[in-house]
């Protein structure tokens, strides 16, 4: 399993985090990455763990004042990067654009759909990885995958009718280990979270407890 720490803009220490969950993935051999703001992904990368992007506009080099470039996301030390989510919604040509500039810059992607649905069509642009977070769940205390194991089921049958190389991930109020366990017995390859880990008092318990399953 593939966890993927998003700390959208929460006011928490990305260097505190990055740093336990650099030696949390070291100690129990589990693949964990972190999501930080742009503006921090230099520092977080230099911490050693796997960073990604929450975000990489469809634009080449040029004239894009405000954009999110994805060469320059990874020339700070990104490797991967989030595209679209509920809470930062693109079009669906943007999507495409977003995840074609990525690979360009050479970014594994993960793109966000809040429905099974949705996941099927954005498998049909050739990611690496989707994740289903239904909306109403982000940032509760109920996990996705005990409120709604459907469709997390229902999302991993529609990615892998369309392409069954495109990994299927779920989030939405995930906490646990016994959350992430549950995840895997779904067909969840991965499993992205934010408020778990972003808002825990002791973000290294936490992650500590997200890989106890596994
Ligand atoms: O939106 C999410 C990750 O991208 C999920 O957020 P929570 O883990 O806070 O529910």
Redesign the pocket.
């Known amino acids: 399993m593939f966890i993927l720490v998003?700390l959208?803009a929460y006011p928490c220490d990305p260097i505190e985090v990055a740093t336990a969950a650099r030696d949390v993935a070291e100690e129990s051999g589990v693949r964990i990455a972190v999501s930080p703001q742009a503006a921090d992904i230099s520092r977080v990368a230099d911490t050693g763990v796997e960073t990604w992007a929450q975000h990489v506009d469809p634009n080449d080099y040029g004239s894009h004042t405000g954009s999110t470039l994805a060469e320059a996301v990874a020339e700070a030390g990104a490797v991967g990067t989030?595209i679209n989510?509920?809470?930062n919604r693109l079009k669906l040509a943007d999507i495409d654009g977003s995840i074609q500039a990525a690979e360009r810059a050479g970014l594994e992607t993960c793109v966000?759909g809040n429905n099974p649905g949705q996941i099927g069509a954005v498998a049909a642009l050739g990611p690496d990885s989707v994740?289903v977070?239904p909306p109403e769940?982000?940032?509760?205390d109920v996990s996705v995958a005990t409120a709604d194991p459907g469709i997390v089921t229902d999302a991993v049958d529609s990615a892998a009718n369309v392409d069954e190389d495109v990994d299927v991930y779920c989030?939405?109020?995930?906490?646990t280990g016994d959350d992430v366990v549950t995840a895997e017995e779904l067909g969840a390859s991965g499993i992205?979270?934010?408020?778990?880990v972003?808002k825990a008092d002791d973000p290294r318990a936490a992650l500590e407890d997200l890989v106890s399953g596994l």
Do not use: D, T, V
């Open positions: 998003n959208k989030l989510h509920s809470e966000c994740a977070e769940l982000i940032g509760g989030g939405a109020g995930i906490s992205l979270l934010a408020s778990g972003a």
